[in-house]
């Protein structure tokens, strides 16, 4: 093994040690049987999805927050409402509204400055449903059960190109279809750009953990600004 091969392996065990130690410490001492049929990269799994979900959620609340208009398309609809529409139903959602869109094609539709729909609720469903598929469309993992690194790899990248499509996109009027970080002239606001920072971080350390678990390579993309498309899964 060479020192830089090492190298990367001693990063990735740590990583491995410091989420399980947390993700047991959450549970105050306390040991369920079920973790049993788990491995430890099944348990660090566990960690990156639900931190992935609590991150989901904070961005849907800050994002209707920020763009009170898009809740108002939905007559009587709550910001609680809407968040438990997108994190509470499981399976395969449809939404008529998304003309049964669901995943990269959500996005899609959200990023579109001609549709007239909650852009809010069609680029965190998208995203929602997009980040679920990377995981293979599970919520919990056990010793059998395969995860695909080049998935979540691509999935880290998806977050990138909808980060950058919600900075550079425009309406005819040529304001944002969607506010995020703070416009010229008001106070500094990177709170956005940090929560999505933690979404990208988390989906590619688990595609390298995934990809040297599983002795495979992740094939890298290179996005230009000609090629800002999303990725299918």
């Known amino acids: 093994m060479t020192m830089k091969s090492y190298a990367g392996s001693a990063v990735l065990k740590a ?8 993700l047991f410490g959450c549970e105050s001492g306390n040991f369920a049987v079920k973790n049993l049929a788990k491995t430890d ?4 799994a566990d960690a990156h999805y639900q931190t992935s979900q609590q991150l989901l ?3 849907t609340v800050k994002l209707y927050r920020r763009n009170p208009r898009e809740l108002a398309k939905t007559p009587g609809a709550t910001v609680e409402q809407r968040v438990a529409q997108l994190f509470t139903t499981h399976g395969v959602q449809q939404f ?5 869109s669901r995943s990269v094609a959500a996005m899609e539709l959200a990023s579109d400055p001609d549709y007239n729909g909650d852009r809010v609720f069609a680029t965190m469903f998208g995203l929602n449903t997009m980040l679920r598929e990377a995981y293979g469309d599970k919520s919990e993992f056990f010793i059998f059960d395969e995860l695909d690194q080049q998935k979540l790899y691509h999935s880290a990248r998806n977050i990138e190109i909808l980060v ?5 996109r425009r309406d005819s009027g040529g304001k944002p279809l ?5 416009l010229p002239g008001e106070s500094p606001n990177l709170s956005f750009e940090r929560r999505f920072g933690k979404l990208i971080s ?7 953990i995934i990809a040297q678990k599983q002795k ?8 230009t600004l000609a090629s800002m498309a999303f990725i299918p899964l």
């Not at 990583?15 to 947390?22: N, P, Y």
């Not at 495979?216 to 290179?222: A, D, G, K, P, Y």
Request: proline share 0%.
């Open 178 to 182: 969607l506010l995020t970080n703070s």
């Open 15 to 22: 990583a491995l040690v410091v989420t399980v130690l947390g």
């Open 202 to 208: 988390l989906q590619d350390m688990l595609a390298r």
């Open 57 to 59: 959620r904070d961005l």
């Open 96 to 100: 008529q509204e998304l003309r049964g």
């Open 41 to 44: 990269i099944d348990l660090v």
């Open 164 to 168: 950058w499509r919600l900075s550079t």
């Open 216 to 223: 495979r390579l992740i094939n890298v993309v290179t996005h």
